[in-house]
């Protein structure tokens, strides 16, 4: 059976109060929820700010809507969320220190536009690194695309409807992270451990 998904497509922070009336303010409507930030491959350089920007958007809709949640609702995201990182073998609290128990998948799209283009190998792999980073501490998952060359594409789509729709089923498409055109991080699937060496590789510092 085929799972249908309705998409809300915001442009501008402006539209915060669209956003707010979109996300759904009962238990059973987060638990089919998802959502999707997405950023610019070939514009590195403003990746890092927008990321931020969006983040905090949703987090605070989120904390909003959670908060008026009853106790027992909140736990059934929490159980949702302990299974989606189990679909990993891994425990939510282990790796990520700021769950929002809704799941959220970072989209970076253009990703051809960085073969061949204004990053060099040392910077592409810090922005790998920041993006691992900055995924693995709140909980979300990557994925790079690319709509000129195929790239995970169809994944992007099948992931989304997965998130929203089969939580704690393991999703049956590997990660993939050799480089930074293709990656394909699931929530759950990356460890802080698997980073040192991309940052070490850029010769850049954390910050």
Same mark, same amino acid.
């Given at each position: ?15 915060? @109060? ?10 059973? @409507? &987060? ?7 997405? &950023? ?10 927008? &990321? ?11 904390? =909003? ?11 059934? &995201?929490?159980?949702?969320?302990? =299974?989606?990182?189990?679909?990993? #073998? ?26 061949? @283009? ?31 060359? @195929? +790239? ?7 992931? +989304?409807?997965?998130?929203?729709? =089969?939580? #704690? ?39």
């Amino acid at each position: 059976m085929k799972e249908n998904l309705e998409a809300w497509w915001l442009s501008e922070r402006s539209h915060e @109060g669209v956003l707010m009336r979109a996300c759904p303010e009962d238990e059973s @409507g &987060l638990l089919r929820t998802a959502f999707a930030i997405c &950023l610019n491959l070939s514009e590195p350089g403003k990746i890092k700010s927008s &990321l931020e920007s969006w983040m905090k958007l949703i987090e605070n809709i989120l904390k =909003k809507k959670i908060e008026s949640l009853s106790m027992d609702e909140r736990d059934s &995201l929490s159980e949702s969320s302990r =299974k989606r990182y189990s679909e990993y #073998g891994k425990e939510a609290s282990s790796s990520s220190k700021e769950n929002l128990e809704v799941p959220i998948v970072i989209v970076c799209t253009q990703s051809d536009s960085l073969v061949g @283009g204004g990053l060099n190998i040392r910077q592409m792999s810090w922005l790998q690194w920041w993006l691992r980073r900055f995924c693995l501490s709140k909980g979300l998952g990557l994925i790079c695309t690319s709509a000129k060359l @195929g +790239v995970n594409c169809d994944v992007l789509k099948q992931y +989304v409807i997965h998130c929203a729709h =089969k939580c #704690g089923t393991k999703f049956d498409v590997a990660p993939q992270v050799t480089n930074l055109e293709r990656l394909f991080i699931p929530i759950g699937a990356d460890a802080l451990q698997a980073l040192d060496v991309l940052l070490q590789s850029s010769g850049m510092n954390a910050e």
